[in-house]
């Protein structure tokens, strides 16, 4: 992964450019980064402030915009692919364990921490929380990449941290023992991608885990729809977390906007939409 430095970076060109990003990755750019960051504030800092990525798959200026970026990777290989797909970051070799991690508005940790050991994740944590004003950690929607998300989100909010995204409260998490909290996105497969991964069909379902925190207050959702919605013939069916307990709400056609609501409802959405605690 790699980075880009203090030093302010050059202008977007103008409107028209045209996104030269593989189908892929601009898949990415509408689905899973935007349900991931789209809950945070706007940052009152410098905009030129360096970003920092623990994952190679971050979007970098393409999904950032103007902002500089930093990645750190430790694969040669995974470096050279980065800096096609992702030239304007700055990327650093290097293993996440041991490299600085440079202050940021926002560190992402994407893939990342779920592949160290307990106590080197946890001191990546301190480290990466220490340099951030804004920290995101992605995982694989799976019991185990959601064991590490809980994991951190209850540490760092012990410490003070605050909640953005996707938890209605900070209280202890309310997802029963042997369950575990995920959300989707749906991804374009290129033809190589197909190859590689014996594929026919032209997409993919990601599920990832996430936790977004801050070091300052910020508006959260009142519950969030952590399950794919279930359509049936004048009813739709919500798994929602209200921060302190989740809920199986059934949502009937006779309710007009309520159910108008539901029916535009999404998997990782807010629950009632637009309605922030």
């Given at each position: 992964?790699?980075g880009r430095k203090n030093?302010?970076?050059?202008a ?6 045209r996104d ?17 960051l789209?809950s ?5 800092g410098?905009?030129?402030s360096?970003?920092f990525s ?11 915009g103007?902002?500089a970026v930093e990645?750190?990777?430790?694969s040669v290989?995974m ?33 990342a ?5 307990e ?7 301190e480290r990466?929380w ?7 950690v ?13 994991g951190i989100?209850?540490?760092l ?8 995204a ?5 209280a ?5 023992e042997?369950?575990w ?9 290129s ?5 590689a991964?014996?594929g026919?069909?032209s997409y993919e379902?990601e ?8 070091k300052?207050e910020g ?9 794919r919605?279930?359509?049936?013939p004048?009813?739709v069916e919500l798994m929602?977390?209200d ?5 199986r ?11 108008r ?11 009632p939409?637009?309605?922030r605690?």
């Amino acid at each position: 992964m790699g980075g880009r430095k203090n030093s302010a970076p050059k202008a977007p060109r103008a409107t028209g450019r045209r996104d030269a990003s593989p189908p892929w990755l601009r898949s990415q750019r509408r689905s899973a980064f935007p349900a991931i960051l789209g809950s945070l504030e706007p940052a009152k800092g410098d905009p030129a402030s360096p970003v920092f990525s623990a994952g190679a798959a971050a979007n970098g200026p393409y999904f950032f915009g103007a902002a500089a970026v930093e990645l750190i990777e430790s694969s040669v290989a995974m470096v050279a692919a980065g800096r096609e797909l992702l030239p304007e970051g700055v990327w650093r070799r290097g293993s996440l364990g041991e490299s600085a991690i440079p202050a940021a508005d926002l560190v992402i940790a994407n893939y990342a921490l779920g592949e160290l050991r307990e106590g080197d994740r946890e001191r990546v944590v301190e480290r990466a929380w220490k340099a951030a004003r804004v920290l995101v950690v992605v995982e694989a929607g799976s019991s185990a990449g959601f064991a590490v998300v809980r994991g951190i989100r209850d540490r760092l909010l012990g410490e003070g941290a605050r909640m953005i995204a996707p938890c209605p409260g900070e209280a202890s998490c309310p997802v029963a023992e042997g369950d575990w909290c995920h959300f989707g996105a749906r991804l374009e497969r290129s033809a190589l991608h197909r190859q590689a991964k014996q594929g026919t069909l032209s997409y993919e379902d990601e599920k990832y885990s996430y936790v977004v925190l801050a070091k300052g207050e910020g508006a959260r959702a009142a519950g969030r729809v952590i399950r794919r919605p279930v359509h049936q013939p004048g009813l739709v069916e919500l798994m929602v977390c209200d921060g302190a307990k989740v809920v199986r709400e059934q949502v009937r056609k006779k309710d007009k906007e309520k159910f108008r609501a539901a029916r535009h409802a999404a998997w990782g959405g807010e629950w009632p939409a637009g309605e922030r605690g």
